[in-house]
């Protein structure tokens, strides 16, 4: 067993070779301050400066409307709270939200409630899509925000964003998008798709973890999160991770210029898992056929448990991930799957593989291959199994 | 996340299968979440001559009922009827605790089988084996549910 294959690039992403290049010196000779006003403060300042820019030219925004973050659950805590807190200050106090959304929306949302807000959780339909009329049909007088996710981290599915953009910035809502999955992936624009905040992550392209960013739209102020000092326009105190953010604007740049190549070979992998691995007896792909990023597909095989799965593809050298409740370590399984209509013991047995530009056809072949065996040994040995197959 | 002997167990678990003339047949567990086991026994002078599970589970449920069968086979009904649910989480060198619900689930399945194997004996299996609990995930929401 020498092969390896990572297949949970929805997970994270392996940092690449050259962001790393462009980041080793700010973790090493460039160590200045990028508040300090000698020259090698002033080379960091540079520095965090550029990085920006590269982010907004990678989301068709200006480089004031971004703000460094340490990563995606930060930049949703933070957009959402803010958004909430301007509109409170006009007693508006409805958010409309999806059932799917990361943690990172659903337990802010969650905790926003208890200071008294409202919350309105769309369905998104057994295909994993929010409806638009849906949507339209949940706005009140009193709806201060939207929070809705580009494509789902789970299932890959992605949304009417630039629909509910469009109908937000005509009601006077304000519209935050977490693309935390979305960024690299599919092409983003803020200004087509009428965003006013959106999240991202760099670890998910190749980029280092414990850096992300937060868009906001020119003219919406954005709370205070940090205090104590200038940096990042006076909201979010403390010297900045000058490493981080430039990798951070390198590994964006290349994604977005890289998404061509990569979807082609990303939805030549995930074609032939959906055809192949989908001819097992009692399996199924979880959320709609082609409204969805082109690299991450989920699947259930009924009678088996994700975790063993996970377990046994480990040892065969395949990095992957589940939504079963033994992986997502409560007792129940993944809130996105259940949101899709699929009753527990059938969430149970999930598999969710997310590929990259590193990956390729013969990985896909080899992760088939195996794939038989290992839901045929579990089968066997489960007794949830024998009682499907008796009912047939 | 898992120890050595948890993985061995998982990765070739003993005593796998079904014994069609069972004296004994117990299940636990559902399907809701996510874990069932099921155990066969075969009885002779109050031995238990041959064991064997069926699991559908994570991985430490696999272990646990591998590991728990070894433990009563060529055993008396009284000394399986003893076996708990710590001797077998130690026999597997620990598990995380969040998994200590699998080896309440194996000692539940044994149990189970020893009950079954009383009834068909015209014996009530309650004073001897107690009660067995279906599911012990009693903060369990899809549990309570049912």
Known sequence: ?392 | MYTEQVMDHFMNPRNMGEIADADGIGEVGNAKCGDIMKMYIKVKDSVIVDVKFKTYGCGSAIATSSIATEMIKGHTLNEALQLSNKAVVEALGGLPAHKIHCSVLAEQAIKAALSDYYRKNGIDPEPIVGKITECDHDHCESCSED
């Open chain 1, 1 to 392: 067993m020498d092969r390896f294959i990572y297949a949970d690039n929805a997970a994270t992403t392996k940092l690449s070779k050259s962001v790393l290049d462009k980041m080793m010196p700010y973790l090493t000779e460039e160590y200045g301050n990028a508040s300090s006003l000698y020259n090698l403060g002033s080379k960091s300042k540079q520095a965090v400066e550029s990085a920006r820019e590269q982010v907004a030219n990678a989301l068709g925004a200006k480089p004031r409307e971004i703000y460094f973050t340490s990563g995606g659950s930060e930049a949703d805590n933070w957009a959402i709270k803010s958004a909430a807190y301007i509109g409170a200050k006009k007693g508006k106090k409805h958010i409309i939200s999806t059932k799917f959304e990361h943690h990172a929306v659903l337990h802010t949302l969650e905790y926003l409630k208890k200071q008294g807000f409202e919350v309105t959780l769309l369905d998104v339909h057994s295909d994993g899509v929010v409806r638009v009329e849906e949507f339209i049909d949940a706005i009140r007088e009193d709806t201060c925000l939207a929070t809705i996710m580009y494509a789902n981290n789970e299932i890959g599915t992605l949304q009417p964003i630039a629909e509910i953009g469009k109908i937000c910035r005509e009601k006077g809502i304000l519209f935050h998008t977490d693309a935390v999955q979305a960024i690299g992936n599919v092409p983003v624009n803020v200004v087509d798709d009428n965003i006013d905040m959106l999240s991202l992550s760099a670890h998910k392209f190749h980029g280092p973890k414990g850096v992300g960013a937060l868009y906001v739209r020119r003219g919406i102020l954005l709370d205070n999160l940090i205090h104590g000092g200038a940096q990042e326009f006076g909201r979010r105190a403390g010297t900045e991770n000058t490493a981080g953010i430039v990798g951070l604007g390198a590994a964006i740049t290349d994604a977005v210029n890289n998404i061509e190549n990569k979807t082609k070979i990303t939805s030549e992998i995930c074609s032939y898992i959906i055809e192949n691995a989908l001819k097992i007896e009692r399996s199924r792909l979880n959320g709609h056929p082609t409204k969805r990023i082109p690299g991450t597909i989920n699947m259930c095989f009924e009678g088996i448990e994700g975790e063993s799965l996970l377990l046994m593809l480990d040892f065969k050298g395949i990095s992957a991930s589940s939504g079963s409740a033994c992986t997502s370590g409560s007792l129940d399984p993944s809130h996105v799957l259940l949101s899709i209509g699929l009753p527990h013991e059938i969430a149970h047995g999930s598999l969710r593989l997310s590929f990259s530009e590193e990956n390729t056809l013969d990985d896909a072949k080899y992760i088939v291959e195996q794939l038989y065996p290992i839901v045929d040994r579990l089968r066997v040995m489960s007794p949830l199994w024998e009682k499907i197959k008796q009912n047939g």
